[in-house]
Nanobody, 124 residues
Framework: QAQLVESGGGLVQAGGSLRLSCAAS????????KGWFRQAPGKEREFVAACNWSGDSTFYADSVKGRFTISRDNAKNMVYLQMNTLKPEDTAVYYC?????????????????WGQGTQVTVSS
């Protein structure tokens, strides 16, 4: 009923850019907060960014603030993560997720639906 599919991951050199996309299907997402999380090997999943239904309210982890931009296109059921000035520390599997709450949260347990993830590797 609820499906999320990420794309756009790959290998990039430090300082480069990458744009991740997440295609969402289902009829319960139009008013939902959407977010991006990431998980590096051997590390716990961490919050990256989130936005409200209209995309006019956003929140970013300190580690990516000023470099990453989250946006969404509700007409296309898409959410994006533009990643600039990438660092090796950004290497991780990136996941998009949907919260059932209209309020932005950084806690992954509050996000109900998840994609399978897309690998981002930043070389030094």
């Amino acid at each position: 009923q609820a499906q999320l599919v990420e794309s756009g991951g790959g290998l990039v050199q430090a300082g480069g850019s990458l744009r991740l996309s997440c295609a969402a299907s289902g009829r319960t997402f139009s008013s939902s907060v959407k977010g991006w999380f990431r998980q590096a090997p051997g590390k716990e999943r961490e919050f990256v960014a989130a936005c409200n239904w209209s995309g006019d309210s956003t929140f970013y982890a300190d580690s990516v603030k000023g470099r990453f931009t989250i946006s969404r296109d509700n007409a296309k059921n898409m959410v994006y993560l533009q990643m600039n000035t990438l660092k090796p520390e950004d290497t991780a599997v990136y996941y998009c997720a949907v919260s059932s709450s209209p309020f932005i949260t950084i806690h992954d347990r509050e996000y109900r639906y998840w994609g399978q993830g897309t690998q981002v590797t930043v070389s030094s």
